[in-house]
């Protein structure tokens, strides 16, 4: 099994930095998309880092000239997954393997749903700090995607095939032996950045001197350890300040995305995070008190800007 094609569905920050990457390897890279999306990066392309790039874009609308991608990496935002997913359908084979960018624990299986069992690789983008700005993408640091098979003891021909390819277009990644920890473990990081960021706009650089930002990102985090170890998962108390030691190489002045959209008055991808935290909690009978709180402080700042 050798990828030769690569789709990718989603040209926000993160999709436009990895259609670059793919596209500039020599990779034959198309980014997916319709309508005046198309239309824009089209005619406009996307400036990375002040550098104007011309994306190979395909409309999903039109005939796919023969198309059919061997990977197809998903970096649209959560509320438009499911509708985002059918814009593949021209450009799937029989052994096409899906990658998620998207945060959170339940892409993988809506990707499944859509597409059959077995297709998605379970996946985490890191590193990565980008921003957005109309079609100007900023960034800092190169990206790292982590992936694998839920367990990864022996390596699945569709793992060494994702990891040749990446190789092939120098990006750097990882496969951990145990892909559902790890998942569990950004997870848990997310619930407690990217919340906590939204309703205190605070920047990277202040949860290494804030002790009541740091306590309310900790707490968010326990109560995601807490239903981690009813559903059997490997988290642990210490895991809630793991991630002190990335903050040291992210940029102090960074913004989670979630903050990003808030300031830009976009829908964010709270869906992702609390609800399912509340959910599991409601299950096992964990309360959750902090994620309920701080889900309705956010979708109360969205209110504002939806009507």
């Known amino acids: 099994m050798m990828i ?9 920050a993160l999709g436009a930095v990895y259609a670059n990457i793919f596209n500039e390897a020599g990779i034959e890279t198309k980014v997916v998309a319709k309508g005046e999306r198309f239309e824009r990066l089209q005619n406009d392309g996307v400036y990375i880092n002040d550098v104007h790039y011309e994306l190979p874009v395909i409309n999903a609308e039109t005939d796919a000239g023969g198309f ?38 339940t892409s993988e299986s809506i990707i499944e749903e859509m597409y059959g069992k077995g297709r998605a690789l379970q996946s985490i983008a890191m590193n990565l700090d980008a921003r957005r700005e109309g079609n100007k993408i900023f960034h800092s640091r190169p990206p790292l995607l982590v992936f694998g098979e839920l367990d990864n003891q022996e390596l699945s021909a569709k793992v ?9 277009a120098g990006i750097d990644h990882k496969t951990p032996k ?48 807490a239903v981690a170890q009813a559903e059997g998962i490997d988290l642990r108390d210490e895991d809630a300040t793991s991630f002190y030691e990335t903050l040291d190489i992210i ?57």
């Open 68 to 105: 059919k991608a061997d990977l197809n990496i998903v970096a649209t935002k959560y509320h438009h997954l499911k509708s985002g997913l059918s814009d593949l359908s021209k450009f799937v084979h029989a052994d096409t393997v899906f990658i998620s960018l998207l945060n959170g624990l």
């Open 4 to 12: 030769e094609r690569v789709a990718i569905l989603g040209a926000g």
């Open 178 to 225: 145990d892909m559902q920890r790890t998942m569990w473990w950004k997870f848990m990081v997310n619930v407690g950045m990217n919340q906590s960021s939204a309703v205190t706009g605070a920047t990277y650089g202040r949860y290494k001197i804030e002790p009541e930002l740091r306590w309310l990102k900790e707490t968010l985090m326990r109560e995601v350890i």
């Open 251 to 307: 940029a102090e002045d960074g913004k989670t995305s979630m903050l990003q959209d808030i300031e830009a008055s976009r829908k964010t991808e709270v869906d992702m995070f609390a609800p399912v935290v509340i959910e599991l909690g409601e299950k096992h009978g964990i309360p959750t008190p902090v994620n309920r709180t701080v889900l309705s402080v956010i979708r109360t700042l969205e209110l504002k800007y939806s009507h």
């Open 160 to 168: 060494l095939a994702v990891q040749d390819v990446l190789d092939r």
